[in-house]
């Protein structure tokens, strides 16, 4: 069974950078066809996507966060990272990391770990 | 890019059918087959519970079924029980090659 453990800072300040591992488990990040992505989801807010990467190593980033994200992977470590410059209050969410198939929907998730900016 | 849009909420009676829509564009519901739907309860990770427009994952009961035409898709809950009031949100793969989620609609069970 495949399974997904986000893992990194619960606190960060504002206008540092956001760091977050995702931890693959049953499987791995170099499987062919599959995508890994990140999606966060503030406060009472509904769900956004925030980036992916192919196992290929091809990269795919939300338009609205794009000059802030880098998405990388680690196959040695069967892992791959999320970075976030420049935080805010309004980077505060839960963070999802989640595997994605050739049919382009989200399979597996982990269980979120919620970011906090302070200021 | 824009989110998809969904009523923010729906009600059903248990045993009713209820619908919930998620609108988009032809850059995305309505360009491609890539729509799914996720059930997400309180303090828990999304559940895939539709993809590729109208596929059930396994263990995925019969009662949810999706649909699409032109850029309004849709999920279905037919008999909607108690154990189904959550948070449901649609997603989208676009012409640019990213991922739009819609807005989420809360379904409450009277």
């Known amino acids: 069974q495949l399974q997904l453990q986000e893992s990194g800072p619960g606190l960060v300040k504002s206008s540092e950078t956001l760091s977050l591992t995702c931890t693959v488990s049953?499987?791995?990040?170099?499987?062919?066809?599959?995508?890994w992505g990140w999606i966060r989801q503030s406060p009472g807010k509904g769900l956004e996507w925030i980036a992916s990467?192919?196992?290929?190593?091809?990269?795919y980033y939300n338009p609205s966060l794009k000059s802030r994200v880098t998405i990388s992977e680690d196959t040695s470590k069967n892992q791959f990272s999320l970075k976030l410059s420049s935080v805010t209050a309004a980077d505060t969410a839960v963070y999802y990391c989640?595997?994605?198939?050739?049919?382009?929907?989200?399979?597996?998730w982990g269980q979120g770990t919620l970011v906090t900016v302070s200021s | 890019q824009s989110a998809l849009t969904q009523p923010a909420s729906v009600s059903g009676s248990p045993g009713q059918s209820i619908t919930i829509s998620c609108t988009g564009t032809?850059?995305?519901?309505?360009?491609?087959?890539?729509v799914s739907w996720y059930q997400q309860n309180p303090g828990k990770a999304p559940k895939l519970m539709i993809y590729?427009?109208?596929n059930r994952p396994s263990g995925v009961s019969n009662r949810f079924s999706g649909s699409k035409s032109g850029t309004t898709a849709s999920l279905t809950i037919s008999g909607v029980q108690a154990e189904d009031e959550a948070d449901y949100y649609c997603?989208?793969?676009?012409?640019?090659?990213?991922?739009?989620f819609g807005g989420g609609t809360k379904l409450t069970v009277l």
């Open positions: 989640a595997r994605l198939t050739p049919l382009r929907d989200f399979d597996y």
């Open positions: 049953g499987g791995s990040v170099s499987s062919s066809s599959y995508y």
């Open positions: 990467i192919y196992y290929s190593g091809s990269t």
């Open positions: 032809s850059s995305d519901v309505g360009g491609y087959k890539y």
């Open positions: 590729e427009v109208s």
């Open positions: 997603s989208s793969y676009t012409s640019r090659s990213t991922w739009v």
